[in-house]
């Protein structure tokens, strides 16, 4: 229909829509076809290297540790099994030396009938009780050395910190009875030395009767005048603690009859009757005076003196080897 003129014209259609926005992409479903969970995304590549790193480096600690927990413990056992060894040598060393000690001269006697005979003993006792000096010497000497190893690297060897605490137990018992082997030995080197003073005045003895039954009137009066001089020696030594009292007795009396003895000697030699029949009176005064002292028991006392340490020194050594 034609529409009248001047009528308005009708309004344009109006334009397109715009097109609807893209989607989102598609989600996987929770369910896969077969209608089971569907699987986790995988994780970021970073976050996956990252973790992989530390749970390496935790492994290599770990491991670093072992190795160097493996390698302290073995260490520590062989350094301490060496320190072991040491201190057993140590102990079995000492001990080994114990049947020459109990076996060293031991039997005090000065009543003896052959001079030279008891002066060659007497030699031979103290050079045998020096050598067992020494020998003490020597295996304490090692104790200590052994001892203090035990007690070095505590921080490395605490693995067997209970075998050698008892070692070093062991150790402190063998030097007890080292310390009671010194003082037999010490003491023993004394009587000898005792000994082979006594025995140079009874060999001088026989040497002035032997020369004056010979005639030699000179040479008994030689010797005779060695006498005093020997028998305040042995005066001297005899007042050590092992030696009872009457022995010291006995000796300044032997000493007095010495003096009288050569006394008597010179004034017969000056031709003074009067005086030598004076000193020939006081010398056998001074004899049946000196015959007065019993001398029987001193080597008993002097057997009961040793005896304590004695006893110390085999029970300390069978405590240091474990008995």
Known sequence: MDLPPGYPPPP???????????????????????????????PPARRSSRQLWTILTAVAVVALLLVVGAAYGIAGYVTAGNKLTTANR?????????????????????????????QSDAAAWVQTW????????????????AGGKLRDQQWLTIIRKGSLDSASGRIDHAHKAMDAAKTIAIDRQAEGKFLVAYANFLTDIETFITKEQGGDALGALATASQ???????????????????????????????????VDYLNAVTKGDSATAKSLQAKTNDDINAGKLIDISQVPTKVDQFYQPYIDTYHKELGLAGGG
């Open 130 to 145: 020096t050598t067992q000096s020494t020998t003490i010497a020597s295996d304490d000497a090692t104790l200590t050395a």
């Open 12 to 42: 344009p259609p109006p334009p397109p829509p715009p097109p609807p926005p893209e989607p989102p992409p598609a989600q996987p479903p929770p369910y896969n076809y077969y209608g089971q969970p569907a699987a986790a995304p995988p």
């Open 90 to 118: 140590a102990i079995d060393t000492a001990a080994s030396h114990r049947g020459a000690f109990d076996n060293a001269p031991s039997t005090f006697d000065i009543e003896r009938s052959d001079a030279k005979a008891f």
């Open 227 to 261: 006498l005093p001089a020997d028998a305040d020696k042995a005066v001297s030594l005899s007042g050590d603690p092992q030696f009872p009292s009457e022995l010291g007795a006995y000796m300044r009396s032997v000493a007095t009859v010495a003096k009288d003895l």
